[in-house]
């Protein structure tokens, strides 16, 4: 807690505070969106007779339906089970501290929105972890809703991955490689109209693939509970992106592709002083991105994955998933496995339903023959990427932990000594901007560089925040955008809530660059 910046953090009782509508209504629907997929999974398990399994299954369904109680009735945080990780140690500990801190305890109604909303995840996590049947150790309550929702994306993912082909048969097939990459001397001054012309159409391309990289975070489970087929569909097409250029409002991704630019270019330079004649470039240039939901926006990550490592912008990609089930929709390694099995064969895909039986499976037509060759060629593209050991996928369990990433270089400095290993470390979404920021009420105009603490200047890591909005929290805010985002029409006006930041409809692209 000492670890955390100094504002205020969002609390569970403010009703000014998406926290409060949270925690009285997101939460139970969400408790009970997990118990139904158990309960499920129980009669499923009647036909097989696994009277142990059957038995467990029951019991968790019941200590789900108890934590869902005592969120409704604002009841204490009681201490997390041992499921033998160490952070439940740290997530009890913290317990403890807050619980001397308050009166009768740590309630649901009246705590720090961060910490809570993790524990919130940690405890179900525990009721899985400590299963003694191998039907519910390391089950994900969650895993059915993040596929079923996947599934419902089938058109934007069927149009990426026509424009993944698109692209990387032209980079692929371009007889002088260089045209995606810089001559020599790009990027230090003496440039030629023409190759400024070129650099100009590579960050017009690096922008594209970001923002669909971007966009794909608005399809998140937790917050879109009751999204129908249509409103996925128009959250993900390439015309409601064009749409939602205007929402992004602080916009950093010309200077993130400048640095990943400058370092191709300088390890270019050293590899053609060093007289080979191969034109990727020596040394490693490694991007991560710390993951957020499964899914289409896992797709979009993978997309923008591949893309980079094509055009030579990075020669390797870490990805960091979770590892239990998190905020619903999150990548856990399971997700990665799921996704790269549908795109292996997308016709049994996309033609079975969903699991409840129906779903648009069954009113749409069976996949073109183009869609279905489209859809396998980025299957192959990101299976080679992974068996080459281009793109890696890296859990650790500081991802699950309950505080700010102001705590990673005292709690977890080995995951801030490999991230400096990196280019650009990218954070996905809306929960890892909050962890970054310390989920803390810092004016919006703090510059994003100063809520960050830590990883920020000095720190030795290049960080891109790529966040819709869907929480209180807002740095790096220009003079009064705060104020005129608020005056629109369901911005909050003078109620005091910043509610034009939890739809998901806005969002912020930050970068700081720590190794300057
Ligand atoms: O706003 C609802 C919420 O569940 C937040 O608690 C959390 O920060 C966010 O959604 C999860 O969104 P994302 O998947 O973008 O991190
Ligand atoms: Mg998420």
Known sequence: MDLDPPPPKYQTSDPTSFAHKSARERWPAIITGAIDDVARTVSSLLDADDKDAIEEGKRIVSSLASLKYEVQHNRALGEIDDDGHADVKLYNDELAARDKLARDGVKWHDVEWLYSECYLYRRIGAFFGTAKTAAWRGYDPFARQKMDTFRSSRNAVLELAARYREIMTQIRTTEDQHRLLPKSGSGNGDTGADDEAEIEAEKTLFVEMAEICLWGNATDLSLLTSLTYEDIQKLQ?????????????????????????????????????????????????????????????????????????????????????????????????????????????PVSFYESKDSEGGGEASSTPTLTQSQESDVKFLFDDWKNLHEEGKLILRPNRFWTHAGSFWRMPTIAPEVVEDLKESELVVFKGDLNYRKLTGDAAWPATTPFTTAIGPLGPGSGLRVLALRTCKADVVVGLPEGKDEELRAMEGGGGDSGARKWAWSGKWAVVQFSDGKA
């Open 237 to 345: 097409g390439s015309q409601a992106r064009r749409e939602s250029e205007k929402n992004v409002i602080v916009n950093d991704l010309r200077k993130a592709f400048e640095v990943l630019k400058k370092k191709s270019v300088e390890q270019q330079q050293q590899h053609q002083q060093s007289n080979n004649s191969s034109t990727s470039g020596t040394g490693g240039r490694r991007v991560d991105i710390v993951l957020d939901n499964a899914g289409f926006e896992l797709f979009v990550d993978l997309v923008l994955a591949g893309y980079l490592i094509a055009v030579g912008l990075a020669t390797e990609v870490v990805l960091h998933p979770k590892s239990i089930p998190w905020f619903v929709s999150d990548v856990v390694p399971g997700d990665f496995a799921a996704l790269l099995d549908a795109m292996r064969d």
